[in-house]
């Protein structure tokens, strides 16, 4: 197999997308749900993720743009069990209010590792992520 580590993360063709045409780097999610629409809201709401409403089948674009995915019910919720993704916030605080505020709940209060604050939550679902901020709370 050919390392592709070094090729351009250039458009391959003029309806491509340049952010998530990134080699290596993670940039599609199926994040499994019982209810699309709910999780949909929530992280629109909590993470201001850009969110395409199809009713039976939402996708969203992360907050940098260099994720997308779609919420999937085919999939079983594994809650900690599973790969736990971490989004970067401004505030973890600030974003732990929000999401206990439209539904989700906090796994693991702030807690530095380095010069990091970092927290994990489990969102409506059950569906467990971590979010972290640089420096100091």
């Given at each position: 197999?050919?390392?592709?580590?070094?090729?351009?993360?250039?458009?391959?063709?003029?309806?491509?997308?340049?952010?998530?045409?990134?080699?290596?780097?993670?940039?599609?999610?199926?994040?499994?749900?019982?209810?699309?629409?709910?999780?949909?809201?929530?992280?629109?709401?909590?993470?201001?993720?850009?969110?395409?409403?199809?009713?039976?089948?939402?996708?969203?674009?992360?907050?940098?743009?260099?994720?997308?995915?779609?919420?999937?019910?085919?999939?079983?919720?594994?809650?900690?069990?599973?790969?736990?993704?971490?989004?970067?916030?401004?505030?973890?605080?600030?974003?732990?209010?929000?999401?206990?505020?439209?539904?989700?709940?906090?796994?693991r209060?702030?807690?530095?590792?380095?010069?990091?604050?970092v927290?994990?939550?489990?969102?409506?679902?059950?569906?467990?992520?971590?979010?972290?901020?640089?420096?100091p709370?």
């Amino acid at each position: 197999m050919v390392n592709d580590s070094k090729k351009s993360s250039k458009r391959t063709t003029d309806n491509d997308d340049p952010h998530v045409f990134r080699i290596n780097g993670i940039s599609y999610m199926r994040v499994p749900t019982h209810n699309a629409k709910r999780s949909a809201e929530f992280y629109e709401t909590v993470f201001a993720w850009k969110v395409r409403s199809d009713p039976n089948h939402p996708s969203f674009e992360d907050g940098s743009g260099h994720v997308i995915g779609h919420w999937v019910t085919d999939l079983e919720v594994v809650g900690e069990a599973g790969v736990v993704p971490y989004i970067y916030v401004a505030s973890v605080e600030n974003t732990l209010q929000k999401i206990k505020s439209n539904g989700g709940e906090v796994v693991r209060d702030p807690y530095p590792e380095g010069g990091l604050w970092v927290a994990t939550f489990r969102d409506p679902e059950g569906n467990v992520l971590g979010i972290w901020q640089s420096g100091p709370l």
